[in-house]
């Protein structure tokens, strides 16, 4: 890859060129760095470079016509062209691993109050590295440069720079050198140990809680990291999980406070991926599994009695009122057992010839059979599998009547 910046004061790149690891990647061929002086693109006569701005106002321009002189001196088809400025996209890591898959980025360093604004339809893009204003573009350039060139094969040696922060959308774990202890601050014992699994699974568990401490606005998206999923604890997903531990194969709470839950990865892969056959065995064998759960003392009630009693904290469309009471006129009978409430292919685990682990539980509680075996019958449809084939499967009588209000009630609900 090769890094060009471009700047009125090439100077400023000296020392940045001279940090050991900058220096051996440019020496092991792994980056080419180029520093282009603004001013030899220009006839050098007094106000080539910068001039006072059109219509007043304090400090100087950089000319549109000396930046554009400049750019096309280095640039070719294969550039990507940013401008430096605090108007710019906020730089991330994100943006770093964009870059460090380019040939070739150019770098152009703004200074004293800015760039002419016709200059800005000659970049790709314009960057920032934060909310404030610095004299010029040159030490955000370095910093840009710098991400991008450590994520370069061959630059950082030894570790690797997935392992740091950010790298899962996290802040990176903490980290302990001798003493083992310094003015009675023990470094925790896990990591004298030697087990391996328990320090990697320590780390993961720590990064994740000094983000929800440090940085909780990296957590405002719910997300799914390579190793937990973090979300926030939606209607108290956490107390039904912690019923359900013994009763089902729920993820494990590694983490909550009042506004977010962490939970183990599920082992295996998701029913969603599986064949045809495994889908029908699967599916039949997880309502078996939630309907023996004994519900008696069950503390999570999803009867539709509940729902319209308002207890619920769902708002209903005035067409689930309407079935809900319909179901009511016809009288059905109920046949309540522990259910799921939001069934998904996705949300479903196996592992060998078992199911693994379910997840999604902040609808799961007390509702009557028809709920989950309405929604298993709809996405059975959708993978080709007939409603007989799947009745069959699971030996159970039907009550059509009853059967097709639900179907029309977990379309609305
Ligand atoms: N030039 C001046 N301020 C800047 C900032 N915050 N980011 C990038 N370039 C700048």
Known sequence: MKITFLSIFPES???FLSFPVIERAVRNG??????????????????????????????????????CNA?????DASSRTILMGPKGKMFTQKMAHELAEEEHIILIAGHYEGVDERFRRYVDDEVSIGDYVLTGGESAAIVVAEAVIRLLDGVLRGKSSKEESFEDGILEYPQYTHPSVYDKA??????????????????????????????PDLLEEDRNFNFFSLHRDYRNESGIIRWLANRLPVPEILYEDDRYLVLSRPKGRTLA?????RILKTMAAVLKMLWSIDISDCPYDESLGKI?????DRRLSYEAWRLIDESERIQMSEDMVFSHGSLRLDRIFVNGNGISCIIDMQYAGIADRYRD??????????????MEEFINALDFDIDEKKLEVFLRIVNVL
């Open 273 to 277: 991926s599986a064949e045809r056959e």
């Open 71 to 75: 750019l096309s001196a280095v640039a």
């Open 13 to 15: 790149f000296s020392s």
């Open 30 to 67: 792994l980056v080419d760095i180029e520093v282009k002086d603004i001013k030899d693109c220009t006839d050098g006569s007094f106000r080539a470079i910068d001039d006072s701005p059109y219509g007043g106002g304090a400090g100087l321009l950089l000319r549109v016509d000396a930046l």
């Open 308 to 312: 319209v009693s308002g207890q619920r």
């Open 186 to 215: 023990e470094v925790p014992e896990v990591l004298l140990g030697g087990n391996r699994e328990e320090i990697s699974r320590f780390c993961e568990f720590e990064a994740i809680r000094d983000t929800i401490r440090l940085r």
């Open 373 to 386: 075996l309405a929604s298993a019958i709809k996405l059975l449809e959708k993978e080709g599998i007939g």
